[in-house]
């Protein structure tokens, strides 16, 4: 009612010129006015709008604990071959080349044997010398103690003819001189005897010392056929040539370097894996450790798989040997031998290369299957997980996980409870109670089902094997 005033007031003061303040004063008290009486919008309460989220359910399963770590292959064995013997290289085997595979017993190179086969005659020679005078001292031996027996018996006879020719010089029957021929005959046997004993008692020294000479001579006659043999160098198992140094017709002296070769029946691997995969792992790999034994590998089924970079999607079965007695003081890891059998079989060229030396694999320790959930890593946020609570709002909750493997945590029913709904995706800001439209990841659920490994639990396996 009051503008509609103004209004016919101000149409009035129009027709007078007088009037021109008036109406000015009058506009702005209209501007006022109705500011003074606009409306003012209606207050709403801020509430938070829901957004939409994807989620995994966490399911309590058998799953297998497992940690990757890296290491460089090496062959089990491995042969730096020298010269045993010094010489001319007089064949080498065309197939002698880095980068060949050739059977044990195959004959690499051979050495001139010339001049040991000369020796090895020498040997036999001096060899025959010597069995040759053993033969004659046990003749001469024989001789002796012959003769020996002869001269006893002699000197026997001619003591008693003393006595008797002594007994008749007494009764004045014969005369002095027969006596004294007599005495004569025994003195001459006497130092027979003693001649002969002298000789005998040498025989035994004389022995000796030929039978040295023919233990040397038949050591040398072995020594030169060792030499002969040492002549021909073969390759002492299946093996790869991975270095060659000789050529025909070189020189070679002792100790010489001739050609490197790795064996291809098995390969050993010391993956490293740090303080901070090791230690979760074997807190709940050896839950079902068997003390009565202390073999921690065996006990709890300590597996390795072994994959090489540039074929990612093979694998090799390992034996897990050992772990290392100490740390690495560099690099604060902890190394563990694995051992791989037969690295040379089922290769497919272009798809599955052999295992070879200096390659680096990344090995992957499994134990035994624990009752777990398993869920991204992507999903925990330093130690705290965020649910979906059962009116579809979010929930965080602390969850400190049992083991991280790459990609996935593991943890425990008392620290996740099962059939979670954990969201996957990122939230920010997160705040407890906000409301979430949710989405499950059929993919990514499917994805983590498969990248579990999955063995029977330690029981399951002794049943097995007594057949129940």
Do not use: C
């Amino acid at each position: 009612m009051k503008i509609e005033w103004l209004k016919a007031h101000l149409k009035g003061a129009l027709r007078k010129k007088s009037a021109l303040p008036k109406i000015a004063l009058m506009g702005l008290a209209i501007v006022a006015l109705a500011v003074a009486l606009k409306s003012t919008p209606p207050h709403k309460i801020s509430q938070h709008q829901a957004i939409e989220v994807e989620y995994i359910n966490a399911i309590a399963q058998l799953n297998t604990p497992n940690i990757k770590g890296f290491g460089i292959i090496k062959p089990s064995t491995h042969l730096n071959s020298v010269a045993e013997i010094s010489g001319r290289i007089v064949y080498i085997n065309p197939e002698l080349v880095a980068g060949s595979t050739l059977l044990k017993g195959t004959l690499l190179a051979r050495i001139d044997a010339t001049d040991y086969q000369l020796a090895l005659t020498q040997a036999q020679a001096n060899v025959a010398m010597s069995q040759s005078l053993l033969v004659e001292l046990s003749h001469n031996t024989k001789s002796i103690q012959e003769n020996l027996n002869l001269v006893q018996e002699k000197l026997k006879f001619a003591q008693q003819e003393l006595t008797r020719k002594q007994q008749l010089l007494s009764n004045k029957s014969i005369s002095a001189s027969q006596v004294d021929n007599e005495r004569q005959k025994v003195l001459q046997l006497r130092q027979e005897l003693v001649s002969l004993q002298q000789t005998q008692s040498i025989l035994p020294s004389q022995k000796s010392s030929l039978e040295a000479s023919l233990s040397s001579a038949k050591a040398a006659v072995l020594q030169q056929q060792l030499n002969i043999g040492r002549t021909e160098i073969i390759l002492p198992f299946n093996g790869r040539i991975s270095y060659v140094a000789i050529e025909k017709d070189q020189f070679v002296a002792l100790g010489q370097a001739l050609f490197t070769a790795h064996g291809m029946e098995q390969v050993e691997i010391e993956a490293q894996f740090t303080l901070e995969q090791m230690r979760p792992f074997m807190a709940v790999v050896t839950q079902t450790a068997n003390p009565s034994t202390g073999n921690i590998i065996k006990d709890n089924h300590i597996t390795a798989t072994v994959k090489i970079a540039i074929t990612p999607e093979q694998t090799w079965q390992g034996e897990v040997i050992n772990f290392a007695q100490s740390i690495d003081p560099d690099s604060r890891t902890i190394g563990v031998l694995v051992r791989v059998d037969n690295p040379y079989q089922g290769i497919i060229p272009g798809k599955r290369p052999p295992l070879l030396d200096g390659m680096q694999a990344s090995i992957i320790l499994s134990g035994y299957a624990n009752k777990t959930l398993a869920v991204p890593v992507s999903a925990l946020q330093l130690n705290t997980l965020y649910l979906a609570a059962s009116d579809n709002t979010l929930m965080k909750i602390n969850a400190t996980p049992k083991l991280i493997m790459d990609s996935v945590a593991l943890f425990s029913e008392e620290s996740l409870p099962s059939n979670s709904r954990v969201i996957i995706s990122d939230i920010v800001p997160a705040i407890n109670g906000m409301p979430l439209i949710l989405k499950h990841n059929e993919h990514m659920q499917t994805t983590l089902n498969k990248n579990i490994q999955k063995k029977p639990e330690k029981n399951e396996q002794l049943q097995t094997a007594l057949g129940e």
